[in-house]
């Protein structure tokens, strides 16, 4: 009898937990993704403020999946899904090829969401792929070497102003960062600016930062971000976006170096399958996060629309998609043993934590709440121990503490428009 | 009175060892560079074959000389050196900003030469910039990718052959760790191809490898790249390079990545100061550096031309330049101070060394030479030490340990042309 044909599309936390547990399985499994590594994205923004290189926080999916012998990974970017047919077709890049599934597993993600406004994106740029990181380095530092070489003092003023659109965890980690790299790293590094005079505006249009924490914590985040000196300006939302600045509700904050932490959509997924979607894109699927009517295409992570325990669709964390992978393995394994299916999926929610800066974070456990030193050496704990591949961890841990040590940051490179 | 403004033209082995020298110096010291980081060269050909982060080999500018307070960076490019109102003027991006000098010390480098055929330089790329080096990388993986994908084995026969052409040192490490990369660390990772079907050609115009060593040690070296499976044509120059291969000699050898390590050139800096050139562009300087007729104007490392104890102008590496700026910054000190001059240049040869894989590399230090295991350890050794930073060095020396014991390579990710 021949194999069923499992394919992964995205090797992100979702799809690569669902392909490590059906490793091994009586199937023959195929990840697609467009890059040919997985990136742990909660550490990304360490990345653009200059902390860590790409090849820390990202391993060669082929690496990471290099034992399970039935899986394959295929390195192209998927242009649809024919349900009719049972094909995932890949784009113009690999000619067109279509991959015939069985089974099918959507993972592909989220992207950034600028609200109608998409022309923002080239002076906001958002976080999420390692170029996003790599550039806004190269801008944040750009701006620094700019405003040395300056000798207009309004024009030194808007290079040292950073602004940062959104105060969820993302949002505050790059402000708390950029905030660190001007007042610690960078602070003997010049001789006619004070990289201290740097102005660094976190805008939330909400009432306070972090606002999925409990309002203690997003206290505790505030107070820590204005002791790095950090310009936080709540319940004004960004109306304007230009390469000068930023227009924060009525007042215009001239800017070299915008960030958008502000808000993601779900990725194309819903798109190709021609299902409804929610407001941001995402495919509300059923217990089994199977599309209903389509028992045989499962849609996990920040793509899918799960309801929680509390009726409202679970955030879009690596937690969450990682869950969501290793239960639909559970299902997929089931029914390959011809087995009942596993009762619904039910999220576990472990806890979130988010990093202000040096011994400065927040962990909210439910029945836990902490901020401070000890919530950042959790963060770090945790964070490092999810990394994978003990190389990635031990270089990561290594440079973390250097830094911390000594107040240096480890990548400071700008890189990728290098004059000839 | 007025302190003599001295002026270094690049932050590379020869500009970092003069700036060094200088700190603390009666003089207010500048240095320019068109990159915000020293770039650690040496094992720039480990970044393109995925061994090594960027960011393990490149140290901020302004970080490793930011202890002397007399020492300025600036960032920029330099278009030209006006000698008679003794400027450096720099390009558009700095609005042709003017840096006056009393006294100039160029060392600017070297870049590739095709030869008179600049339009190689696309399909073959040559290894001296980080972007150089990642844009490498890119062409290698993606090389390995594309065979996984394609059903013809002509296509795949074309995609797994990789040419190095020229055998110094950095060809010689180049087609050796291509073919560890494909014999060793990917090994296991595809399941359509076989890594070890990679074909890497290894081509030389010259007699043996490595013609700079003696001819013992280039048996050794050519022995240790065939066991490594390693193609090597000697005697035959390529007559031609496009994108689907290059011709050696006479035959024409279908590949999809090609790396020129075949020769340099000196950069602009001879063609700044309108005086006559050597064959490759080097500035011929007197005794003590300075260009005849111009004690106030220096010229080191690979744009100069020095004479060695045997006549011949010494080679373009890394200890000539450190010794050259060390040696600038003596005659500079002494002039500072009203003493006589130093003595002329001499340049104290400690030895020269290339590696080709796992436990194989090759060592001259005249009095005692070396190929093997023994050869190796030193190589890596001395070239981790050489390295700027402790955090650098511990991060290569435990990256290069653990690629060792796990047959691991670190830094597998194309980036740079991420599809959206």
Redesign the interface.
């Known amino acids: 009898m021949v194999r069923p044909r499992i394919v992964i599309v995205g090797a992100g936390f979702g799809g690569l937990s669902a392909a490590h547990a059906l490793g091994g399985a009586d199937a023959d499994v195929t990840v697609i993704d ?4 997985h990136l742990f994205q909660p550490l990304l923004y360490q990345v653009a403020t200059a902390g860590l ?4 926080i ?1 391993s ?1 999916i ?2 990471i999946l ?2 399970a012998a039935n899986v ?6 998927v242009s649809g899904v024919n349900r009719e047919r049972r094909v995932v077709r890949l ?1 113009d ?2 000619e067109g ?1 279509e991959i015939p599934y069985d089974q099918l597993v959507l993972a592909t993600g989220s992207r950034h969401a600028y609200f109608g406004h998409d022309e923002w994106e080239s002076v906001a740029p958002g976080l999420k ?3 996003d990181a ?1 550039s806004i380095r190269r801008r944040i ?1 750009t701006a620094f ?1 700019q405003a ?2 300056s000798d207009s003092a309004e024009a030194r003023r808007r290079l040292l102003s950073f602004v940062v659109i959104g105060a969820g965890p993302t949002g505050v980690e790059m402000a708390g960062s950029i905030a660190e790299l001007a007042h610690v790293a ?1 602070r ?4 006619t600016i004070d990289p201290r005079d740097a102005r660094i505006v976190l805008v939330e249009a909400g009432a306070r930062v972090l606002p999925a924490f409990p309002p203690a914590l997003s206290d505790a985040a505030h107070k820590a971000l204005e002791r790095l000196h950090v310009e936080v300006r709540l319940g004004t939302p960004v109306t304007h976006c230009d390469d000068g600045g930023v227009t924060i509700g009525s007042e215009y904050v001239p800017a070299e170096t915008i960030v958008w932490a502000a808000g993601v959509a779900a990725s194309a997924a819903g798109h190709w399958l021609g299902v409804e979607k929610d407001r941001i894109g995402r495919v509300p699927v059923g217990p089994d996060l199977t599309v209903p009517g389509h028992p045989e295409i499962f849609v996990i992570g920040d793509t899918a629309s799960v309801a929680g325990v509390d009726g409202q669709p679970l955030p879009g964390l690596a937690p969450v998609a990682k869950q969501q992978g290793a239960y639909v393995a559970r299902v997929l394994r089931a029914r390959l043993a011809g087995k009942p299916a596993p009762p619904p999926f039910r999220y576990r929610d472990f806890g979130t934590m988010a990093t202000i800066g040096r011994r400065s974070a927040v962990a909210d456990f439910g029945w836990l709440r902490l901020d401070g030193t000890l919530a950042w050496l959790m963060w770090g704990l945790v964070h490092v121990s999810f990394l994978i591949g ?2 990635n961890r ?2 990561v841990m ?2 973390w503490i ?1 830094s911390y040590v ?1 107040f ?1 940051s ?7 428009s ?2 000839d």
């Open positions: 467009r890059r040919n590594y290189s790409p090849a820390q990202a060669p082929r690496a290099r034992r394959r990974v295929v390195l192209g970017k784009d890049r690999s090829r792929k390692i170029d790599t530092l070497e040395e070489a960078l003997h590094d010049f001789r003990f190389r031990a270089i290594l440079d250097w000594t240096q480890g990548a400071r490179l700008i890189t990728g290098e004059p």
